[in-house]
């Protein structure tokens, strides 16, 4: 647990009477406004008690404990923060009761009613402010989910839900959560999740094996052509420690979601540095916390490797985000001989041949693949914090992980002439170019061989990749074998000024080569005229006056 945060403080049951201790509290009216509360709340056989505070011991906690003798009782210091108190509160698992006593609250508020039970209830003590305008609100905002005069956000509709009822007591204000649904879970963040470990004590799992933080610096510039919307191309990325973690029965579900108890461990989260973590398996309700959806997992004995993606059978993600955690599996193997990699089912349910061998290339035997159809609860499963992670940072494994796949896929090529410039077409329509002969003559016209990297298989890719003193392509998957190349080289992307991944911005600092990127004005109709939904899957048009010229200047011309 990180210095600062005093959580799961036990109090032994005071000496003095209830009485005393109820009047003990400096404002009397907390015995009569709560008392009914207190009462019939302790009926409950073991309640589960959080209280909030400036100070370690609070007057009301040993109250509460009169009321409750066979309450768990949670006593948290506010001080510590929003990540080690949200850390704290997980840890101890869903309350019956949290009572908030601290001064500057904030919205804290919003936050820590989800780490409530379902019909559990939050006392925000001595609420002036937020009692009247409670009282104001009561009758429309718990039904409807609006607060009068705003206009409310999903995270706002999601709280009205989450809420059953609003009271006001004296100075205080009591929201009950609302007793119905599934069950919310806290979402943790990869530097909190060591911290939530240790607070439970190894119940949960531990930390199996560990690397250090590193920074990856390009020493060559990124050149980018003018544009309607600037973007910047970073060439430093300070990254993470990474860890190798062991969990105990955690639930693994469809669609990279890995949760234990009343948390959403940060395995599930692709971009794990973003301020509010994601998963599009997961329903979103505040920005710390979700609902799983789904059947409940079955148990599965052994031990297993976590390899599940979001996207798993797309060789984008793969090669990005599911490759770069296997810096850890050799070291997996050597704690777990028998360990298997697991992935799960989703828009795909069945292991492509190229999967088998790209994984192959990395280490993991194809009979260690194993793809499940439905969710399970491996008796122990070890996950490793990927060594990638756009647009946030690639960490030094990462070359290493790398290096060795390529070395063993650039063994199947065949022996043959390779192109000394090539340029990666692409035909889907995603983020397709609606001129996309005009740019093949662009680049066939000035020597490069223009290939479609779909039609050969990987070690054949790799060897082309290698073999080019210049790469050139639209920007996309089809450029990611720029990956495997060992030494830097110039390599050109054709793009939208929509498309704002920086994959090849981070291969590129990992690899040194000097990146140009020529950004096209874009398009969200498809060719029939439909509107494409999402802003970074939209068409453009490459053209000549303004991308061309840049083009020329890079090229040398």
Sequence with gaps: MRAGVRALARLARPEPTAAERLESLEDASTVTALRPLLLRLGERPEPAVAVVADV???????????????????VLDAAVGESDLHVALAAAGSFDAIFDLADERGGRSREILFHLRRGGVLVVMDARAEAGRAAEVAGTAVRSGLLPDDVPTP???????????????????????????????????EEEVDAYLEATLGRVGRVLGSRPGSVVVNPAPVVVSQADTPMVYRTTFEAPPLRLREYHRVECLTGQVLCTDNVVLPDSFRHNYRPRLANRSTVPV????????????????????????????????????????????????????????L??????????????????????????LVLLDRPVRPERLLAATPAFSQPGYIHEAAREVYDRVGDHLAVDAPARDYADRIFCSRRHEKRSATNPAEVEDFFARRGFEIVYPEDHPLGEQVQMFRSATEVAGFAGSAMFSM??????????????????AQNEGLF??????????????????????????????????????????????????
């Design 56 to 74: 370690i011991d609070p007057p009301i906690a040993r109250a509460l404990l009169e009321v409750w003798p066979q309450a768990r009782l949670t």
């Design 155 to 189: 995270d706002d509709l999601h709280l009205a839900r989450a809420v059953d009822s609003v009271a006001v007591r004296g100075d205080h204000l009591i929201l009950t959560a609302n007793p119905r649904g599934r069950p919310y879970l806290a979402k943790l963040r």
């Design 286 to 341: 505040a920005p710390r916390f979700a609902q799983t959806k789904g059947p409940q997992p079955e148990d599965r004995d052994g031990t297993w490797f976590y390899l599940d993606s979001e996207f798993r059978g797309h060789f984008g993600h793969a090669m990005t985000e599911q490759v770069s955690r296997l810096w850890a599996w050799q070291e997996a193997k050597a704690a777990h001989p028998d360990v298997q990699a």
């Design 343 to 368: 992935m799960l089912t989703g828009a795909r349910t069945t292991i492509a041949e190229w999967e088998y061998r790209l994984y192959e290339a990395a280490g993991v035997p194809r009979e260690d």
């Design 483 to 500: 990956a495997f190349v060992r030494e830097p080289k110039r390599v050109t992307l054709v793009s939208a000024e929509t498309y704002t």
């Design 508 to 557: 590129a600092a990992m690899r040194g080569h000097q990146l140009n990127v020529a950004r096209c004005r874009a398009t969200r109709l498809r060719p029939d005229g439909t509107l494409i939904a999402k802003r970074l899957q939209a068409r453009f048009t490459f053209d000549d006056a303004r991308e061309g010229e840049f083009l020329r200047r890079i090229l040398g011309e």
